[in-house]
């Protein structure tokens, strides 16, 4: 009896022997990972007081303005966009020029011709055909005269610079550019109603 007794009693302490080895084992290696990592009292300190991890969408104050800001209090809401006016309340706010008046200190009518040579006028200034100035014997120079061409209606406002014309019925010799205003150069002479407006 004492031989089978034995045998288990020696099976019974090898079995105690390898459970206890192994759990010295594992309670060296817990031992070690908690000095090496200073305890688990020190990690948990060192998780109190870590920094919470950063919030990327927080923003931090700064200490100068920010470009949108200017340094100047904002709205609290953008002011609402002006809606673009129609072209209908646009046109009544366009001011429409106003044609000049001029009061009318004689008229009458005679017959125009015109002419387009350089040459030197009485006033002293060089010819400019393309100028809408006018010659008369006695008005002013520097006299504003309108001219229609009573064949159409059209007409021009010239400034006398010049004397003439000398040829019997006319009255008024015209730069070509002016003549061309009132559709008059293919004739050559044409009747006209002229209104001084000025004189001198």
């Not at 080895?21 to 290696?29: E, I, K, T, Y």
């Not at 990592?37 to 927080?58: F, K, M, W």
């Not at 673009?84 to 011709?113: F, I, M, N, R, W």
Request: include cysteine.
């Amino acid at each position: 009896m004492g031989s089978p007794v034995r045998r288990l009693l020696r099976a019974r302490l090898r079995t105690v022997l390898i459970v206890s080895g192994a759990a010295v084992a594992v309670l060296a290696a817990s031992a070690f990972a908690l000095t090496s990592t200073g305890g688990s009292a020190g990690s948990a300190q060192a998780a109190q007081t870590a920094p919470p991890p950063a919030d990327p969408l927080a923003d931090e104050p700064r200490a100068e303005p920010t470009r949108g800001s200017r340094g100047k209090p904002r709205p609290p809401e953008p002011s609402p966009k002006k809606k673009p006016k129609a072209d209908t309340e646009v046109a009544h706010l366009v001011k429409p020029q106003k044609k000049k008046h001029y009061k009318v200190v004689d008229s009458g009518s005679c017959e125009a011709s015109y002419y387009w040579e350089g040459q030197m006028t009485a006033s002293g200034e060089p010819f400019d055909p393309s100028e809408l100035t006018a010659a008369h014997k006695t008005l002013p120079l520097g006299s504003k005269v309108r001219v229609t061409n009573r064949n159409n209606d059209r007409s021009v406002i010239v400034r006398i610079n010049d004397r003439g014309p000398y040829a019997g019925g006319r009255c008024l010799d015209l730069s070509r550019a002016a003549m061309q205003k009132v559709g008059g150069t293919g004739a050559g002479v044409i009747p006209v109603r002229y209104e001084v407006l000025s004189r001198g």
